[in-house]
């Protein structure tokens, strides 16, 4: 994976302010990226109690898509369309909560789907950053993405 000039999250994917919940891409390659979020530093999405609830691991993977896309279609020389989110299969939530300050990895890679086909799947992992053993997993799931009307030589950006 390369780690070499990689641009800001917010060059990458749709989100703005508060719905922008990563932090930054870590590594990218042709089928897989991987960022960091930072828990707690949005708090549109905090508990009471400074935590956040577990469903947001959906967010962060769908996040992580958009950025692995649109990287994709950078490299291709394209520009980056709208997708979105239309499946989330076997996923698994190993937590009842994320705790504010953690560091987490969200990784994606792209399972299926190819540009003019309109669906694209891939296979999520989140876990503690700088662990990644099967015991730090916290979440893990298959989500898929749709574009509505696929264009040539451009890649989707999840939302």
């Known amino acids: 994976m390369s780690t ?18 990563l932090d930054c891409v870590l590594e990218h390659d042709d089928e897989s990226t991987s960022v960091r979020v930072v ?3 949005h708090k549109c999405l905090e508990k009471a109690d400074g935590t956040i609830a577990p469903w947001a691991a959906l967010e962060y993977m ?18 980056r369309i709208p997708g979105y989110l239309t499946a989330a299969v076997g996923v698994r939530l190993h937590r009842s909560r994320f705790e504010a300050g ?16 309109g669906v694209f799947s891939h296979f999520c992992t989140i876990h503690l950053e700088g662990e990644a ?16 009307r696929p264009a040539r030589n451009v890649a989707p950006v999840a939302s």
């Open 62 to 79: 769908s996040q992580c898509i958009a950025a692995h896309e649109s990287l994709v279609a950078t490299d291709d020389g394209g520009s």
């Open 133 to 148: 053993s099967e015991e730090s997993l916290l979440a893990e799931g298959r989500l898929t993405i749709s574009i509505p």
């Open 102 to 117: 953690e560091r987490l990895r969200v990784r994606t890679r792209r399972t299926r789907g190819r540009l003019g086909l």
């Open 39 to 41: 828990v707690g530093a």
């Open 4 to 21: 070499v000039e990689l641009p800001p999250i917010e060059g990458l994917i749709p989100h703005r302010g508060e719905s922008l919940l």
